[in-house]
């Protein structure tokens, strides 16, 4: 994106005159964040929403209901970084291109090896605090994860054999892994509650101590438990591939203290059910194959999503076990 829309943006929003040259900030997989500076002596991130998931048919009414939720977040006293409202609007367009803005925080998410257990302590407690906040007695609107990995498989043979070996390698995986996930999916409680979905340790920034989480625009409503679960293992070092599990004891053991759900769990449920990754594969095989992407960079990205998400799915079947001893004696 060039200079020119971002001086566009801050004038139509009267944020003043941009400094200097935007600078892309690295990691987010799915949209491009810039931090600019103006003349005012502000600092901002604009956050620039993938132009093809916004041509999907819930898109609007997807980020509609975040930012609902986002609201809540904030009037019970969550630490977020909300997107800012012109014209009584968080989401903005110009030139066919739909974007948030945010004021800019100093605040650093923390990487592999510096998370500690008191961190995973406050990121435990503070996702039961969100569940807290709304729940409601109903079974968790989550349609069945059904891919046809074959489809993909062959259509990679064409256009991006890159994949093509991953993938058939591990044909019988994908499909046994959607397959007792919907299963397990159905024997968990049927709760409802206010789901982050994306609070892993690249979107939450820490300043003195204090947590705050960005990237909000997966909010809405799901299963309490698959959350918990999934955000454990994703601050107990799952992404890569090597899990801590004291640091997963320490957000276990914070968000059953603070969580006013029932807690006698099926954790052979939940080890089923987390099949997330499953989706995230089928979007990044889409962006590999050109059927959901914008351009090369995108499809770049897609490539080494695919080869990473693959590896993880590997590993989380290969520490099964160990994985459940540790959970049925938490």
Known sequence: MNSDFFQTVC????????????KKVSGGYMHKMYRIKTDNGRQYA???LNPMIMQREDAFENYRLAEELERKLQQSGISVIPALEFNHKKMQCIHNQYFYVFNWVNGKSLKAGKIKEKHCAVMGKTLAQIHNIECRAEYSKKQEVVIDWDFYIEKSKKDCTEITALLTGNRELLYSSAKNGNQAFKQLPEVSCISNGDMDSKNVLWENHKPFIIDLECLNYGNPYTEMFQLALCWCGYPHCKI????????FRAYLRESDLAYDLNWEALYYSNIGR??????????????ECADRDEQKLGIEQVKETVNLIVYYEKVKKELLDFLNHI
Not at 11 to 22: D, I, R
Not at 244 to 251: I, P
């Open 11 to 22: 004038s139509s929003l009267m944020l003043g005159k941009v400094k200097g040259k935007p």
């Open 278 to 291: 499953l989706e995230w594969l089928e979007y990044n095989i889409k962006r590999a194959l050109f059927i």
């Open 244 to 251: 801590n599990y004291n640091l997963l004891g320490a957000f």
């Open 46 to 48: 604009i956050k620039l």
